[in-house]
Antibody, heavy 118, light 111 residues
Framework: EVQLVESGGGLVKPGGSLRLSCAAS????????MNWVRQAPGKGLEWVSS????????YYADSVKGRFTISRDNAKNSLYLQMNSLRAEDTAVYYC???????????WGQGTLVTVSS | QSVLTQPPSASGTPGQRVTISCSGS????????VYWYQQLPGTAPKLLIY???QRPSGVPDRFSGSKSGTSASLAISGLRSEDEADYYC????????????FGTGTKVTVL
């Protein structure tokens, strides 16, 4: 069974850092592009970042560029999001999502909550 | 980075047909596939439609997608109570900085 499990969320003060992880199982992780998407409380979905299967291509939303870093370890079947200089507006549930083959859409994890507050 | 525009809400009685629109631009919907995701209350989004009008296995054929120019739409026929959820369209955007854009979301209520 294909599974994505996020972890690393929690409460952090403004200006602080946090590293999210996404553990993948049930598929050949190294063959798929991966993504992070967030959803602020009561709000819609916001794309955060994407990384290609070999990390050759990386993209960020303007709202996180320069503060967040996406990475992956194909040997460990894991995706990461290093979040620095966190702001209150970064408070959200963060989802990792696998891009399907041949533009077949994304499969999502259950999400991890990040709260930025003093 | 742009977003795709959806109506904030839609509703219908059981058995009715509901349609949700998604308006974009030439750099996203106009030149890329459209996807639709369903988010039931308190859960992660789930893929409903890919490549404009394709349904993943397990998605009922009551759900259908279409695209024309820079707009797309999702239709739910034979509306059921379990269809009450938030629906989001999405597409890649080929503007200066490549990105993925989501629609503003539509809350579907079954009356």
């Amino acid at each position: 069974e294909v599974q994505l499990v996020e972890s690393g969320g929690g409460l952090v003060k403004p200006g602080g850092s946090l590293r999210l992880s996404c553990a993948a199982s049930g598929f050949t992780f190294s063959s798929y592009s991966m993504n992070w998407v967030r959803q602020a409380p009561g709000k819609g979905l916001e794309w955060v970042s994407s990384i290609s299967s070999s990390s050759s291509y990386i993209y960020y939303a303007d709202s996180v560029k320069g503060r967040f870093t996406i990475s992956r370890d194909n040997a460990k079947n894991s995706l990461y999001l290093q979040m620095n200089s966190l702001r209150a507006e970064d408070t959200a549930v963060y989802y990792c999502a696998r891009e399907g083959p041949y533009s077949s859409g994304w499969l999502w994890g259950q999400g991890t909550l990040v709260t930025v507050s003093s | 980075q742009s977003v795709l525009t959806q109506p904030p809400s839609a509703s219908g009685t059981p058995g009715q047909r509901v349609t949700i629109s998604c308006s974009g631009s030439s750099s996203n919907i106009g030149s890329n596939y459209v996807y639709w995701y369903q988010q039931l209350p308190g859960t992660a989004p789930k893929l409903l439609i890919y490549r404009n009008n394709q349904r993943p296995s397990g998605v009922p054929d009551r759900f259908s997608g279409s695209k024309s120019g820079t707009s797309a739409s999702l239709a739910i026929s034979g509306l059921r109570s379990e269809d009450e959820a938030d629906y989001y369209c999405a597409a890649w955007d080929d503007s200066l900085s490549a990105c993925y854009v989501f629609g503003t979301g539509t809350k579907v209520t079954v009356l």
